[in-house]
Nanobody, 120 residues
Framework: QVQLVESGGGLVQAGGSLSLSCAAS????????MGWYRQAPGKQRELAAT???????TYAESVKGRFLISRDNAKNTVFLQMNSLNPEDTAVYYC??????????????WGQGTPVTVSS
């Protein structure tokens, strides 16, 4: 069983910064990829940033240059540093992970979501 536990988020003024973290726990053999998706009110869930084996990263165009995703492999944790936030970044942010368990099963799952609100 694998669990994803998120922390961080909250309320910030435009131009401010927030950081998110997501820790994966359980019977983990290897993490193929982890990332952050976000869902704004009334909109579909969309990619914000991902990081895969070898620390290759992908960012949505709307967050490039402002968000930074990183990973602590020893702690099975992914971080999202969000800078220069604007009201359009307001959303629930979900951690995503693609993991191979110690029993060689594939796990794909989501965290519970953490809200980020940027006030103008």
């Amino acid at each position: 069983q694998v669990q994803l536990v998120e922390s961080g988020g909250g309320l910030v003024q435009a131009g401010g910064s927030l950081s998110l973290s997501c820790a994966a726990s359980g019977n983990i053999l290897r993490i193929n990829s982890m990332g952050w998706y976000r869902q704004a009110p009334g909109k579909q869930r969309e990619l914000a940033a991902t990081i895969v084996s070898g620390d290759r990263t992908t960012y949505a165009e709307s967050v490039k240059g402002r968000f930074l995703i990183s990973r602590d492999n020893a702690k099975n944790t992914v971080f999202l540093q969000m800078n220069s936030l604007n009201p359009e970044d307001t959303a629930v942010y979900y951690c995503y992970a693609n993991i191979i368990t110690a029993t060689f099963r594939s796990f794909e799952g989501w965290g519970q979501g953490t809200p980020v609100t940027v006030s103008s």
